[in-house]
């Protein structure tokens, strides 16, 4: 019986793995084996509660102000042992993370084929995003199987000199999972609280943002607040302890901003559906965005996404604080503007990315 692995570690990773998972398990004749690795701990469980996939491993390497040391090592060699034990025939990762790079790298050192989900995405700048880049591009050295979620990415691949027999146009599993958690009759309290309102939803945790120019993209939010009276501003802060000092430092005394936990996947979903506009520099949400026609300004300088800015639904406005400001006000200020961005078109599949892979790997691997 082919026997397939799925290794993951972080929320995205999870929201858009386990679409996959639960598409292979209504399948029978094939082995599933879950196994995170737990470089995020509360916001990985979140994600799995909500997709009801119980991992059989847990590596469980997540410790307060992790750094990249810390993440590569310990998964590296955690999952070598899991994987001797189980001698899975395909390895699954998922994007660009370091969990996705590390247990590329050990599926590669014991000679194990690796499907890379997510492939093809690319800057072409090896520090932007950092270590993502490098992480994805590492990871298209070794891949064996190659899930690209749109033709763009396949051209990235081939351009690289990547055989074509091995790349696969899928879309993105995110819409699969979208099309899971967006309901009509949603409600919550947070947007009770913003009822009337402008609702400006927002995320930032990049690790090469964090410091001087997440300062300055809080800087600019709180300039937009205390200037427009009907706007509020939900926060659903990463838990990364330092991104939580600099938003504590910045929005301190603003009663229109709620930062809050972060939310679960439905949450999120449910909150982006009924926003005004999302600000962020996260990269599953560019692709989230799009689908749903919320306008995003993508504080960041470069993007492997471009299917969203060329769709119109997305702009990079990149990290300077005057940029991010006069950006935000021209969008509230000018509706033709807001229009412009204000549609839904979704260059990311048709919510099939899951089943088109697992049709792969059971007819073609
Ligand atoms: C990681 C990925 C990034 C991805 C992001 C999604 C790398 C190098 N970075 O970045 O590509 O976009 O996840 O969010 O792979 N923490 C908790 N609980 C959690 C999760 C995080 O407390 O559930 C805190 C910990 O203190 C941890 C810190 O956040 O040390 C940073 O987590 P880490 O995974 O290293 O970096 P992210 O910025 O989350
Ligand atoms: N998300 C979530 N709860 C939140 C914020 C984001 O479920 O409070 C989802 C979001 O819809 C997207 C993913 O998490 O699917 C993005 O994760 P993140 O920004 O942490 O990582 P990135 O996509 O940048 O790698």
Redesign the pocket.
Known sequence: MKHIMLVF?????AIKMCPIVNELKKRNGVKVTVSVTG???????QVLDIFHVLPEYNLDI???????F??TISILSKIKEVLIKEQPDIVLVH???????AASLACFYLNIKIGHVEAGLRTYNIYS?Y??EF?RQAVGIIANYNFAPTIHAKANLIKEGKDKDTIYVTGNTAIDALKFTVRVDYNHPELQWCNNCRLILITA???ENIGKPMEGMFTAIRSIIEEYPDVKVIYPI??????REIAESVFNGIDRIHIIE?LDVIDFHNFMARSYLILTD???IQEEAPALGIPVLVMRDTTERPEGVDAGTLKLVGIEKENIYANCKLLLDNLAEYNKMNKAVNPYGDGTASKKIVDFLLTEC
């Open positions: 570690g972080t929320r995205p990773e470089q995020h701990k509360e916001m990985l469980k997540m410790k307060e102000h992790q750094t990249l810390d993440v994007g660009d993370t370091t969990t996705t790079f995003p270590p993502e992480n945790h990049r690790r990463h838990m990364n302890p330092v991104v972060p996260s990269g599953g």
